[in-house]
């Protein structure tokens, strides 16, 4: 059963412009939409997939002892054309919501927690498709592996690029996915987990000055390797959450998205009061 979409408002990207009729938006819109279509089915528009494969050795983010830990994904044969099930397949899957490929959801941080429409089933869906932009920090990384996103290097970027718009993914490009090996990708040292992620300062501007939707990365969570010992611990949490955006991790093929021009497509389940859960991200980029 589907509830009535009667609380979802429409995609508000754009003003309205003047235009002479309802109908004759309407009609506009179709248009568009019939475009698309086109585009996608002629090539001139391709589907990014950024995300990993969903398996038992899928990294999940390990915390101290003294902390719940997350379960590895697990996947069990219910039936495979056989005496359980002679002509049809299926299986069963055990995982934390905050499993290989990602979407956090405002609830999942206690500063989010109290906030309207914060979990997988309330929010918006028109907020599961946006614009996007890459921040490309690979060679940074390359020679500091807990390099920090600092509100400079979105400066150089914004003088490049333009403003980060208002409502979109801001996507951090930090090579870090080309790490297939489970320990490497997690890169655990006897002082903790070294990763790269945001500043807070950038964190803050992210969230309140450019209102965006939120951030994606390539490392298992949204901060930082060593974020824990930050203050506030895991600024990046703390501080989108708080502010009601969100969080994509785990994300894959950054290079083959632009700078600008992408639109992203992440739709977590609709868990009711679901934190977060494992989420198909595409990218739709010209071309
Ligand atoms: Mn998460």
């Known amino acids: 059963m589907c509830a009535p979409a009667g609380d979802e408002r429409g995609t508000p990207i754009g003003a309205a ?11 506009e819109m179709a248009s568009v939409l019939t475009q698309l279509v086109q585009e996608l089915g002629g090539g001139r528009i391709r589907v990014v997939d950024l995300t990993q ?18 379960p590895p994904f697990s996947i069990e044969v219910i039936s495979r054309y056989d005496e359980r099930g002679p002509a049809w397949y299926w299986n069963t899957i055990h995982l934390g919501e905050h499993t290989g490929t990602h979407f956090d959801a405002p609830v999942h941080w206690v500063t989010g927690k109290d906030l309207p429409g914060n979990a997988c089933d309330t929010i918006p869906a028109h907020h599961f498709v946006g614009p996007a932009v890459v921040i490309d920090v690979v060679d940074e990384v390359a ?5 920090l996103l600092m509100p400079e290097h979105i400066a150089a970027w914004e003088g490049r690029h333009g403003r980060i718009p208002a409502a979109s993914w801001v996507l951090l490009r930090t090579g870090w996915s080309r790490r297939l090996d489970p320990n ?6 006897q002082n903790g987990p070294h990763s790269p992620g945001f500043h807070k300062a950038s964190s803050e501007l992210l969230a309140r000055e450019r209102d965006i939707l939120g951030v994606g990365v390539e490392t298992v969570g949204t901060d930082a390797g060593q974020a824990g010992t930050f203050d506030p611990p895991f600024p990046n949490h703390t501080i989108m959450h708080g ?5 994509l991790t785990s994300l894959c093929n950054l290079d083959q998205v632009p700078a600008t021009g992408a639109v992203v497509i992440a739709a977590p389940l609709k868990i009711v009061g ?14």
């Open 184 to 189: 490497e990708f997690l890169n655990v040292r």
């Open 53 to 70: 494969p969903l398996e038992p050795k899928t990294p999940v983010i390990g915390l101290p002892p003294v902390f719940a830990p997350s």
């Open 17 to 27: 412009a003047k235009r002479p009729s309802r109908r004759g938006r309407g009609r």
């Open 143 to 147: 020679r500091n592996q807990d390099f």
């Open 243 to 247: 502010a009601g955006k969100f969080g």
């Open 274 to 287: 679901g934190s977060g859960s494992p989420v198909r991200v595409l990218a739709l980029v010209p071309a």
